[in-house]
């Protein structure tokens, strides 16, 4: 293999690498097993709220990483070394949660916050290292090969785990709980294993820009967030884009995380839930590609639009929900539109800001996306749990707690219309020409 396409493919790799957490662990068996074995004895709203508390912590201690980790990923001899060890953190701890026992909540929420921060961490060096394996020329392809890989090798090891789930004799494990264990440590040896090749075949980065000290590196970070405050100030249009941004995806990413959890909530079975979370990975990468041809005809806003549209008819949707069938036309629904808004954004972004000043104005986009499920996850956990203190008579039947509670989980799936809402409001006053006008003043 040639040199230049040995490093190519080792990037790639470590986005088939990572997506195993992201799938198999985030989306799919930590929401399941976090409620039936970890928060075992704990009524569903209480467990959501625990969740939900765990996805927003790590959501919010990445979010204030992000800088300090930027600032170093400029440094030549760190991308790599700081990738690695974000990466193995993710791996240990998705391994560790293969020992954490009944009832251990606690430490479940840890090790999954100290995984989530191992992801989100590996994945700022990873983008980093981009420039180092390709030239200009061929950097587009080379990210989309690597976002490609992610969602091919993330939903073939969680396709595996699913089936080993729904049938554990095949593997000689005696239940599906066991199964689900075992799950976590796949995604450490696939994560780990293919990290391997990334950290052989990818150069150090071009620029030779000295490692410099950690107390810089932070002075350096957070010092260039401001700087990049300042220029947003004066370019309303931006400002107002990434508050609409923050909400919308905030919603989109708090569905993500929390819709397995609600379907238990619901007293949906386990094996129904996973199938759907498949059905969004295998419909979600080409619907992302028609997504994005629909924002090339209409224009990106306009389809952001629909994308926004369509979240808030499933919310509502999911908020009267009842049988199976229903999860599952809800997880075609969200496959058709979750990629789509996420690219579009993207490339909506990039017509308001500045040229020649995009690494800059990406990387404060790029953290704020960060900041995404704090608020969605938080007020899920909260609004369901009001909505049960209110609601359940001093001396329940056995059968008004359990209906009382999967009422509380169907406001608290509601509350999520409160952000695409106002995604959608602020989105509407938006003005590209107004923007092209802040530009030209600069």
Same mark, same amino acid.
């Given at each position: 293999?040639?040199?230049?396409?040995?490093?190519?493919?080792?990037?790639?790799?470590?986005?088939?690498?990572?997506?195993?957490?992201?799938?198999?662990?985030?989306?799919?068996?930590?929401?399941?097993?976090?409620?039936?074995?970890?928060?075992?004895?704990?009524?569903?709203?209480?467990?959501?709220?625990?969740?939900?508390?765990?996805?927003?912590?790590?959501?919010?201690?990445?979010?204030?990483?992000?800088?300090?980790?930027?600032?170093?990923?400029?440094?030549?001899?760190?991308?790599?070394?700081?990738?690695?060890?974000?990466?193995?953190?993710?791996?240990?701890?998705?391994?560790?949660?293969?020992?954490?026992?009944?009832?251990?909540?606690?430490?479940?929420?840890?090790?999954?916050?100290?995984?989530?921060?191992?992801?989100?961490?590996?994945?700022?060096?990873?983008?980093?290292?981009?420039?180092?394996?390709?030239?200009?020329?061929?950097?587009?392809? /080379?990210?989309?090969?690597?976002?490609?890989?992610?969602?091919? !090798?993330?939903? #073939?090891? *969680?396709?595996? =785990?699913? @089936? &080993?789930?729904?049938?554990?004799?095949?593997?000689?494990?005696?239940?599906?709980?066991?199964?689900?264990?075992?799950?976590?440590?796949?995604?450490?040896?696939?994560?780990?294993?293919?990290?391997?090749?990334?950290?052989?075949?990818?150069?150090?980065?071009?620029?030779?820009?000295?490692?410099?000290?950690?107390?810089?590196?932070?002075?350096?970070?957070?010092?260039?967030?401001?700087?990049?405050?300042?220029?947003?100030?004066?370019?309303?249009?931006?400002?107002?884009?990434?508050?609409?941004?923050?909400?919308?995806?905030?919603? /989109?990413?708090?569905?993500?995380?929390?819709?397995?959890?609600? !379907?238990?909530? #619901?007293? *949906?079975?386990? =094996?129904? @839930? &996973?199938?759907?979370?498949?059905?969004?990975?295998?419909?979600?990468?080409?619907?992302?590609?028609?997504?994005?041809?629909?924002?090339?005809?209409?224009?990106?806003?306009?389809?952001?639009?629909?994308?926004?549209?369509?979240?808030?008819?499933?919310?509502?949707?999911?908020?009267?929900?009842?049988?199976?069938?229903?999860?599952?036309?809800?997880?075609?629904?969200?496959?058709?539109?979750?990629?789509?808004?996420?690219?579009?954004?993207?490339?909506?972004?990039?017509?308001?800001?500045?040229?020649?000043?995009?690494?800059?104005?990406?990387?404060?986009?790029?953290?704020?996306?960060?900041?995404?499920?704090?608020?969605?996850? *938080?007020?899920?956990?909260?609004?369901?749990?009001?909505?049960?203190?209110?609601?359940?008579?001093?001396?329940?039947?056995?059968?008004?707690?359990?209906?009382?509670?999967?009422?509380?989980?169907?406001?608290?799936?509601?509350?999520?219309?409160?952000?695409?809402?106002?995604?959608?409001?602020?989105?509407?006053?938006?003005?590209?020409?107004?923007?092209?006008?802040?530009?030209?003043?600069?």
């Amino acid at each position: 293999m040639h040199k230049n396409q040995k490093a190519i493919w080792g990037w790639a790799l470590y986005d088939w690498a990572n997506s195993a957490f992201a799938t198999t662990v985030m989306a799919g068996f930590f929401p399941v097993f976090f409620k039936v074995f970890w928060s075992h004895g704990a009524n569903v709203n209480v467990s959501t709220a625990r969740l939900g508390l765990g996805n927003a912590l790590a959501s919010l201690i990445v979010a204030l990483m992000a800088p300090i980790l930027g600032a170093a990923a400029d440094k030549n001899d760190t991308r790599k070394k700081f990738l690695i060890l974000f990466a193995y953190l993710g791996v240990l701890m998705s391994a560790s949660l293969f020992l954490v026992g009944k009832g251990q909540w606690v430490l479940a929420v840890f090790c999954y916050c100290l995984g989530a921060i191992g992801f989100a961490g590996a994945n700022i060096f990873y983008d980093a290292l981009l420039p180092s394996v390709t030239g200009r020329d061929r950097i587009h392809y /080379v990210s989309s090969l690597g976002f490609s890989m992610g969602y091919l !090798g993330g939903g #073939l090891l *969680f396709l595996f =785990n699913v @089936l &080993i789930t729904l049938n554990p004799s095949w593997v000689g494990l005696p239940n599906e709980s066991e199964a689900i264990r075992w799950s976590f440590l796949s995604v450490a040896l696939w994560w780990g294993g293919f990290t391997v090749f990334t950290i052989l075949w990818v150069p150090k980065s071009r620029n030779t820009a000295p490692a410099g000290r950690l107390v810089d590196m932070i002075k350096d970070g957070f010092g260039q967030v401001l700087i990049t405050l300042g220029r947003i100030r004066r370019l309303k249009m931006v400002f107002l884009f990434l508050l609409a941004y923050w909400f919308y995806i905030d919603g /989109v990413d708090t569905i993500i995380r929390m819709a397995v959890d609600y !379907g238990l909530s #619901l007293g *949906f079975a386990t =094996n129904d @839930l &996973i199938v759907a979370l498949l059905i969004v990975q295998f419909v979600g990468f080409p619907a992302a590609l028609v997504f994005g041809k629909l924002g090339q005809k209409w224009g990106a806003r306009k389809a952001i639009f629909l994308a926004i549209g369509i979240y808030i008819l499933v919310t509502i949707y999911g908020t009267v929900m009842s049988h199976q069938i229903d999860f599952y036309i809800l997880a075609v629904v969200i496959g058709l539109v979750q990629g789509g808004i996420q690219a579009l954004s993207r490339s909506y972004y990039a017509g308001l800001i500045p040229m020649g000043q995009e690494a800059e104005f990406y990387g404060f986009y790029n953290m704020l996306g960060k900041f995404a499920a704090i608020i969605g996850p *938080f007020l899920m956990g909260i609004v369901g749990l009001i909505a049960r203190r209110l609601l359940m008579p001093p001396t329940p039947s056995p059968e008004q707690v359990i209906e009382i509670g999967r009422l509380a989980s169907r406001f608290s799936i509601g509350s999520v219309l409160i952000l695409f809402f106002l995604g959608a409001l602020l989105l509407y006053f938006v003005d590209e020409e107004k923007a092209r006008a802040d530009l030209n003043r600069l």
